[in-house]
């Protein structure tokens, strides 16, 4: 990202709210986000599809993962090999690592969520931050964030997609434990963070 | 009596509510409770396809095959001792537990034939339908594969399939016993652990596919 | 039976292409659901917009009742469902540092799939933090192996731990569920909209 582009990033500032957001110029109003439960009944369908077809659940981290490993075989195949770690996802050479599940399924995340945000109008080039931080500070700290997320999420094995959401859906212990840690993790951390957002 | 409209959301709650209620009275099919057709089973059985004979498994392991999964039922030491090569170590006792696959071809042997046939009934139990027992057990293997003796009037198709088995017991480090000589009373000594056949076939003990199913 | 794949109902390659479509439905229902907007996830941990707990629970209870409901008329295998092992000590550890994640970056994996596919710059900033972060995660893996493989207690279930049956487990989660949704409406009012 250049100094330059950032000039022309809209971003989503305390005049739009966040039940909706408008797209300025186009002449659509971006449609209002749909009622929660609505929205994780079909999440949960899409889940429970998963059980029925195919006996896992749904994750994301697993798909980062994989194409670091990926990445890094390319680039150093001796060091990739012999880190325990990046040698589970590259698996024993027969198959691509990218010719993995979960690669699949992010990508197809992509595409579903690409698909709702042009149907609704919010598919735009932005920045979302709250009002009293600048563009800069904020895509640092999201750097920042997925850092940490990437450390959580692989000692928890899992993110909330995978955890969370599969692991809950399951009763799994370690799922439910992760998923109420999320959420202290969270509430501790907010008010040193809430100039981020408010 | 008129009922109160209620919104959406009240009406998604009361329906959880019950669906959870209703809940109460579950019992998922998980864990170590299985269900036997006793007709089906008695079927299979009686038409006896659920063996592989030691000669067929000694093919399948030269030829590098590796659609199958090889499991020794018995103790820890028995096993390092002497297995069949590309056999897995998995007790009877931790059957149930082991990740296997409903759709790998899973062959069981132990020593003569008894705990193969009863792992064999529960794994059909739990939904396994490839599941094939090794005809005779380790016994069988000795016998058919290690150490083949030619009968003592042996027609020409008989002396053809014995030399194909002298060249399969060589291959397992095993002899052909002299020719017309009965099974030896003394205990044969069984062949060291050779190394895996050279034909490819993966080594079982070496990570088997990259993480698959976590997130 | 299902699961189908694991009954041999269709092989690797076709599995891969059901990924994508449930991957696509996943994608669909997150952005729906606004959680393609930092915003709105974070509005989470200050209580003025509760989704992410509505969205999730609703999820895990939707999912959780079908489940229990196909394997009681034995249409589920259930135990050929994937359960990752419980590793407790270091999952929590794991749960903490991401929630932290979650408020200092306005994401998570999934949601940062869907952000930087809407075209938001953060999402995709977030995405190569979490590769960033996987790269250092496997240099200091030897180091942290065993704390990281510590705990582990199998695949395990709520139901197993409490010795209870599996029923009345679900029935007590859709119970706490229901109530916490009231109780997080009750809180957004509260908080109120101070967005």
Redesign the interface.
């Known amino acids: 990202m250049t100094r330059g582009r950032a000039h022309h990033l809209e971003v989503n500032d305390v005049s739009s709210d966040h039940r909706s957001a408008a797209m300025p110029g186009s002449g659509l109003p971006a449609r209002p986000y749909w ?1 929660p ?1 609505l929205a994780g ?1 079909g999440l949960g369908l899409v889940l429970l599809a998963a059980f029925v077809l195919v006996g ?2 749904l ?4 798909a980062f993962s994989s194409t670091v490993a990926w990445l890094v075989n390319m680039v150093a195949p001796a060091h990739a090999q012999s880190n325990e770690f990046l040698q ?5 050479g027969t ?1 691509h ?1 990218l010719k ?3 690669v699949f399924e992010v990508l197809g995340v992509m595409a579903g969520a690409l698909f709702s945000g042009l149907l609704a109008g919010r598919a735009r080039i932005a920045v979302e931050k709250g009002p009293r931080v600048s563009t800069a500070v904020r895509l640092l700290c999201a750097f920042a964030g997925g850092i940490l997320m990437a450390f959580g ?1 692989h000692l928890a ?3 909330t ?3 969370a959401l ?1 692991g809950g859906a399951l009763l799994n212990v370690g799922s439910w434990a992760f998923m109420l840690m999320v959420f202290v993790g969270g509430y501790a951390v907010a008010w040193f963070m809430r100039w981020q957002w408010r | 009596m008129k009922l109160p409209a209620l919104t ?2 009240q009406k ?2 009361a329906a ?2 019950t ?3 209703l ?9 170590p409770v299985v269900t036997l057709d006793a007709r089906e089973l008695a079927l299979i059985v009686e038409k006896e396809v659920d063996h592989v004979t030691p000669s067929e498994l000694a093919g399948w392991i030269v030829q590098g095959r590796s659609d199958y999964r090889l499991i020794d039922l018995r103790a820890e030491p028995d096993y390092a001792a002497y297995h069949i090569p590309t056999a897995e170590n998995v007790t009877v006792a931790a059957l149930p537990e082991f990740p296997l ?3 790998e071809k899973i062959v069981l042997y132990s020593d003569g034939g008894i705990h193969a046939a009863q792992a064999w009934m529960l794994m059909q139990a ?2 396994y339908r490839a599941v094939y027992t090794v005809l005779g057990g380790l016994e069988g293997w000795k016998d058919e594969v290690l150490y083949p003796a030619l009968p003592a009037q042996a027609s020409a198709v008989e002396r053809a399939r014995f030399e194909r088995a002298v060249a399969l017991s060589r291959f397992f480090g095993g002899e052909p016993r002299a020719e017309g000589g009965a099974a030896a009373t003394a205990p044969m000594e069984l062949p060291r652990l050779v190394a895996p056949p050279p034909s490819g076939a ?1 080594s079982p003990v ?10 | ?1 299902a699961p189908f794949y ?3 109902f269709f092989g690797d390659e076709m599995s891969l292409v059901v990924a994508f479509v449930l991957g696509t439905g996943f994608g669909f229902f997150l952005e729906r659901a606004g959680f393609g907007s930092a915003r709105k996830l974070a509005a989470q941990f200050y209580l003025y917009d509760m989704s992410v707990f509505k969205v999730m629970f609703t999820a895990i ?1 939707t999912a959780l ?1 079908g ?3 196909l ?2 008329i ?1 249409w ?5 469902v ?1 359960l ?1 092992p419980t590793h407790l000590v270091p999952q929590i550890v794991g749960g903490l540092v991401l929630g932290v994640g979650f408020v200092v970056g306005g994401y998570c994996p999934g949601t940062s799939v869907a952000s930087l596919a809407t075209g938001r710059v953060d999402g995709l900033v977030y995405a190569f933090g979490i590769g960033a972060g996987t790269l250092v995660y496997a240099e200091v893996y030897p180091a942290i192996k065993d704390f990281v493989n510590s705990n582990d207690m199998g695949q395990v279930t709520l139901p197993e731990v409490l010795r209870l049956p ?3 487990v ?2 007590a ?3 706490i ?2 109530a916490g ?2 109780a997080a409406t009750l809180v957004e009012r509260r908080c109120g909209d101070k967005a």
């Open positions: 009622n439960y009944i896992r659940g994750g994301a981290s697993g589970g996802y590259l698996g024993d198959t690592p993995a599940w979960l999420a094995r899992g993110c997609s995978g955890q599969t | 959406l959301n998604l709650a959880a509510l669906l959870g209620a809940a109460l009275f579950s019992v998922p099919h998980r864990g696959l409903r759709t739990q939904g993966a070496a990570p088997r596919k990259k993480k698959k199913e976590g997130c | 039976m694991k009954y041999g209870v009742l489940v229990t409901y394997a009681w034995g589920l295998d259930l135990s050929q994937y990752v599996w029923g009345l679900v029935f989660v859709v119970v569920a229901v949704f009231s």
